[in-house]
């Protein structure tokens, strides 16, 4: 659990862009929403892969989703089961159904029709949130935190330098 929130500030503290550990963020949220076998998630993977995305924020924010999305699964279930059982949108889903790439969508499912719909509706919003956190936390907070008594004695310890020495 600390070891999470080593990196997390390691990230916070170091020169990388906010552009990147925003996306890596967002990125990691619509992963997390996603069902495991689903074509969505390799995506996503190959999205994070290859563009310009901090990966320690990516693998950080992938373990801290889940626990959120398993307290909303109760939502986004409501939600799926509303999507899916909408007389307007039978048809849509009827179509979408008989390709082959809606079925390695996995949209038949109550939790992977509303998990796919909200990581696509929140994907830039929440780029623009992360980056907008990452550079107030750089430029009001970081300083004070490193002011804190518990930061100052962590830094002081001889497994942390090591630990800065061969990361």
């Not at 993977?45 to 999305?69: D, H, K, W």
């Not at 986004?76 to 082959?100: A, R």
């Not at 009001?140 to 004695?153: A, G, M, S, T, Y």
Request: aromatic fraction near 16%; glycine fraction near 2%.
């Amino acid at each position: 659990m600390w070891n999470v929130f080593a990196k997390l500030f390691k990230v916070l503290n170091s020169e990388e862009s906010p552009q990147a550990i925003g996306w890596a963020i967002a990125l990691a949220f619509c992963f997390s929403m996603l069902p495991v076998f689903s074509l969505a998630k390799w995506i996503v993977l190959l999205v994070v892969a290859f563009f310009r995305v901090n990966l320690t924020s990516f693998l950080v924010f992938s373990a801290i989703f889940p626990a959120l999305f398993w307290l909303l699964d109760p939502l986004f279930n409501q939600l799926g089961f509303w999507l899916l059982t909408h007389p307007d949108l039978n048809s849509l889903w009827h179509s979408v159904m008989q390709s082959s790439f809606g079925q390695s969508l996995a949209l038949n499912n109550t939790l992977a029709i509303s998990s796919l719909l909200l990581s696509l509706v929140l994907l830039f919003p929440l780029v623009v949130l992360a980056k907008k956190l990452v550079l107030f936390y750089r430029e009001n907070l970081k300083h004070r935190v490193e002011r804190w008594h518990i930061v100052q004695v962590v830094k002081t310890s001889k497994f942390y330098q090591y630990y800065q020495s061969i990361s």
